[in-house]
């Protein structure tokens, strides 16, 4: 299956692993279609396989991220405790997920702690790369000197 090669779960146990990918249910979209929407309840996550996914935040005509690789993970909002999306999630091409319902998977981690310490570090080490992406991009976008404070 096509989660496993996921770095979200990766170095958790062949057994754990097994649980949360026997979670997931395979979904297919179509262009223009919507995994969810800017402050719709998150209740799932979703691991990448096929096609294009773009994050935007909607008060704001603003990009955050595009999401191509298999095993990209997608509505980590779900996962940190948010009870609604930060963004939108925008089908750009013909596009197949894992949907995998965070309640389900809070249930499979709390039984293997250990398993559960390295899903949330990876999840920390995803968020953080992409925070990091975004900063990038408003740099470029602002310009450096927009962005020192003023002496």
């Not at 995994?35 to 994050?55: D, K």
């Not at 953080?128 to 990038?136: E, F, I, K, T």
Request: hydrophobic residues 40%; proline residues 3%; positive net charge.
């Amino acid at each position: 299956m096509y989660g496993e090669s996921a770095y979200l779960f990766q170095g958790l146990s062949d057994e754990t692993r097994k649980k949360i990918l026997g979670l997931g249910r395979e979904v297919l979209y179509g262009p223009g279609d919507f995994l969810f929407r800017e402050n719709g309840a998150a209740s799932n996550f979703y691991v990448l396989n096929e096609g294009r996914i773009r994050l935007s935040v909607v008060r704001k005509p603003l990009q955050a991220h595009v999401a191509s690789s298999v095993g990209d993970i997608i509505g980590w909002s779900s996962l940190v405790g948010n009870a609604t999306y930060t963004a939108s999630a925008e089908c750009l091409a013909a596009t197949k997920v894992l949907q995998i319902e965070k309640q389900q998977l809070d249930l499979v981690l709390g039984g293997d702690p250990v398993s559960g310490m390295k899903f949330f570090k990876h999840l920390a080490a995803l968020v953080g790369r992409r925070l990091v992406r975004s900063y990038s991009a408003t740099t470029s976008w602002q310009g450096e000197r927009e962005l020192r404070p003023a002496v």
